[in-house]
């Protein structure tokens, strides 16, 4: 029993500090399907109805090259908006509401295991990311 005790009390550590907040790179590969239609990862992708995702990482919002952004996603970047983990979760929750006026129209996805999944797919993208 006392050893159950200790395992879920680091696991509680864990999940406070983010360290689980990983996500499954394979699920997100899956819940990535709803978002494929729009944005391009990996070798060859393309800017489509929305930008690639390679490499997001660590950059400006409404930077991505050959990309015509919003006025309101350019104004967030321009404003100080970096694409991390936690940023890219907010977004991810309710675009509109995180970027009034952005372009994007998908609504969001409501759980946060698939944006944690997600998250932990579009990582694998930008293997030169170094959370701060």
């Not at 990309?67 to 967030?76: G, L």
């Not at 979760?89 to 996805?109: I, Q």
């Amino acid at each position: 029993m006392k050893k159950m005790i200790v395992v879920a009390a680091a696991a509680l550590a864990l999940c406070t500090t983010g360290a689980m907040a990983a996500g499954d790179p394979a699920a997100g590969e899956k819940v990535f399907k709803k978002c494929a239609g729009c944005h391009g990862v990996g070798e060859g992708a393309t800017n489509k109805v929305g930008p690639v995702l390679n490499g997001i990482f660590g950059e400006k919002a409404g930077a991505v090259e050959g990309y015509n952004f919003s006025q309101a996603m350019v104004d967030a970047g321009n404003g100080g908006l970096v694409w991390n983990p936690e940023t890219l979760s907010e977004f991810l929750k309710k675009p509109r509401d995180f970027v009034k006026g952005t372009k994007m129209s998908f609504p969001g996805l409501p759980k946060e295991d698939d944006i944690a999944n997600v998250v932990a797919y579009l990582q694998t993208f930008s293997p030169d990311f170094k959370a701060e």
